[in-house]
């Protein structure tokens, strides 16, 4: 089974696969100085709720941006699962070219989603991701990627109203009765959402105009259902993208290999690609 692991600025997302199905899906809030011990007593009592042991996993595939993250979590994969992960980066086999000026600066969710959307869905496309940054990224019909567009999230953006204006409260988000708020929750709710509706309807016309051709938009991430409903411009939603690009990457490239003196050696740095057989 593949264990894979989406490691985002808020969050991080555990998910097993059998081969045919997502066994399970568990989320923790992302802590840089969370340590492999801690992610694996965690995880341990979450794999075994849902009839799973560490021998179950043979397969390991990390995508993050997060690199402050990325150590100890191969240090779990290592040392609970006995394998050495595979780490999403741009010069892994993608199966689509990246067709941006600096591939390598190109965040690993990006790619996931692209892969994904372009494997279930096809191209021309737009994939929208609700996450810490609210991307949208662009595919075209062979499942290239062409670039995108990176706008701050909405919890960003309501956190900075918060701290900005001492008389504004950090409000929750929610799709609001009226556009027309009659007390101050109300109307910052309503700038809020509304507001970003009008960002997602206002990029995606740019990008078809800047296109020339009919782009599907496909959105994901934990408010993608929210937002969905305030809109006809997503057209579908589909909370397992990056989890899928994950799995859709692991399975087009090897596992890595890895010294047993590197493995071993917790003072080496990890950012160092793994030593050749």
């Known amino acids: ?34 340590t492999s011990d801690e992610y694996a007593v965690w995880l341990m009592a979450l794999l075994t709720h849902a009839g799973l ?15 402050a993250a990325l150590y100890n979590l191969r240090r779990l994969c290592r040392d609970w699962f006995d394998c050495e992960p595979l780490v999403a980066r741009a010069p892994l086999d993608w199966g689509f070219d990246i067709r941006v000026d600096s591939p390598g600066e190109v965040g690993a969710d990006r790619l996931l989603n692209v892969l994904a959307v372009h494997h279930h869905y096809k191209g021309p496309a737009v ?27 909405i919890n960003l953006s309501i956190d900075a109203l918060h701290r900005a204006a001492a008389r504004l409260p950090r409000i929750g988000i929610g799709r609001p009765q009226a556009v027309i708020g ?4 109300p109307a910052m709710q309503s700038g809020i ?3 970003y509706v009008g960002l997602i309807e206002g990029i995606v016309s740019r990008i078809r105009a800047e296109y020339g051709k009919p782009l599907k938009v496909v959105a994901t991430g934990g408010l993608a259902s929210l937002f969905a409903e305030g809109t006809l411009v997503i057209e579908r939603t589909d909370p397992d993208i990056t989890l899928e690009g994950l799995r859709l990457l692991a399975e087009r490239n090897p596992a890595p290999a ?3 003196a590197r493995m071993r050696d917790p003072l080496l740095n990890d950012t160092l690609t793994p030593d050749p057989d």
Not at 9 to 23: L, P, S
Not at 56 to 62: G, K, S, T, Y
Not at 132 to 152: E, N, S
């Open 193 to 195: 959402y509304w507001g």
């Open 182 to 185: 009659r007390s101050t929750v």
């Open 127 to 153: 994939v929208i991701d609700f996450g810490t940054a609210t991307t949208f990224d662009v595919v075209d019909k062979d499942g290239a990627y062409l670039g995108g567009v990176i706008a701050p999230g």
């Open 53 to 67: 042991k560490t021998t179950d996993i043979d397969r390991c595939v990390i995508g993050t941006v997060v690199p």
């Open 258 to 260: 890895v010294s047993f």
């Open 1 to 34: 089974m593949l264990l894979a692991v989406d490691a985002g600025n808020t969050n991080i997302v555990f998910a097993v696969h059998d081969g045919v199905d997502w066994r399970g899906r568990w989320r923790v809030a992302t802590r840089d100085d969370r």
